[in-house]
């Protein structure tokens, strides 16, 4: 008879995700707005999040997603130039991503997506964001500060509550969706103060939140 | 539920291409390729992970596992599992979603506000 189970019977414990919160000033003031409008139209442009569909369709509103990074990313976007060097065709990335004849958007959920993305795409996407918002629509954008590092993982944020995030690290699949190791996605650059407001220049007003853990929350009014 | 028993649904199986209009009066599996359009206004439909569908669906319930390019309106329930891709907009009255499906497009639950389910991914 075995009274104990022996401990080689059992499968190795499986290596769960780290999930960390964090309060976001940011999307305090996008909440007021999503709580106090009926029937916003809303583009999160972060990876799919049950959370985040919750959150924003049980008050009423239109959720639109568009995971805009793993788009980045598509070796697809890959053309020579004429001088024979590989570069990322903008133009193309604009004729599949971002196109919504039908929608104005109220509110557009950037998270870290431009300090994740390739240069190139940076600015054209942020302009064609510019494009499908309404006039003093809001977009929540967030940006490292040098302190974070290169390492610095990339994070999905799901809304859990009117001012918190809870944050889950990205790797984003092989484009096959086949067997296959995650790509890591690595931090492209630091955008400095001035270089925030320059990528939004054409933008009404801009504000600026900070926070302890590295990460300056940036909200913007069209 | 991932591959429904023989009997229980229709089945269109992975080596089936469809195109066209297609309609039925009974749960349907699919797991083959499918383009035009699938309507089972009081049924169920699974999308099988083999399956590719380019067409808008209509039906009381959705559950897709594999491809879905086009409009999905459900007037119960859709069920995105983890391998899920889907390019088109959902139009239900409940929603869930699980860890890894991708979604690209609008999601309008409709009904009473406070009453759509999202369930959390697992």
């Known amino acids: ?222 | 539920m991932d591959a429904p028993l023989t009997g229980e649904f229709a089945h269109i199986g992975k080596s089936v291409v469809i195109k066209g209009e297609l309609s039925g009066s009974e749960d349907l599996f699919v797991d083959g390729q499918v383009e035009g359009s699938i309507e089972l206004r009081n049924n169920k439909l699974i999308v099988g992970p083999n399956a590719s569908v380019k067409a808008s669906v209509s039906a009381k319930g959705v559950v897709i596992q594999g491809t879905v390019q086009g409009t999905v309106n459900a007037t119960d329930r859709v069920e995105l599992r983890k391998s899920a891709v889907v390019n088109g907009d959902v139009i239900t009255q409940r929603i869930s979603i699980e860890e890894g499906a991708f979604l690209k497009g609008k999601v309008d639950v409709h009904g009473e506000p406070g009453k759509a389910t999202v369930p959390a991914a697992s």
């Open chain 1, 1 to 222: 008879m075995k009274f104990f189970r022996s401990s080689s019977d059992q499968a190795p414990p499986l290596a769960v995700p780290q999930k960390r919160t964090r309060r976001s000033s940011g999307i305090g003031e996008v909440s007021r707005l999503l709580n106090s409008v009926e029937n916003l139209c809303v583009l999160d442009l972060g990876s799919t999040s049950a959370n985040n569909i919750r959150f924003l369709t049980e008050k009423g509103h239109k959720n639109y997603s568009e995971d805009l990074l793993r788009a980045a990313v598509d070796p697809g976007l890959l053309v020579k130039n004429p001088d024979g060097y590989w570069g990322l065709d903008s133009k193309k990335f604009l004729e599949e991503n971002l196109v919504y004849q039908n929608a104005l958007f109220d509110v557009v959920l950037c998270w870290d997506l431009a300090d994740y993305m390739p240069e190139v795409l940076v600015k054209p996407a942020i302009d064609r964001l510019w494009s499908v918002m309404k006039p003093q629509a809001l977009l929540l954008s967030f940006f490292h500060t040098r302190d974070a590092g290169p390492d610095s993982p990339c994070f999905r944020y799901h809304i859990t509550g009117t001012d918190m995030l809870e944050m889950q690290e990205v790797k984003l699949p092989p484009m096959s969706r086949g067997p296959g190791d995650r790509q890591a996605l690595r931090l492209q650059r630091v955008f400095k103060n001035r270089h925030i407001e320059n990528l939004f220049r054409d933008f009404a007003s801009i504000k600026f939140f900070l926070a302890r853990d590295a990460i300056r929350e940036v909200l913007v009014v069209r």
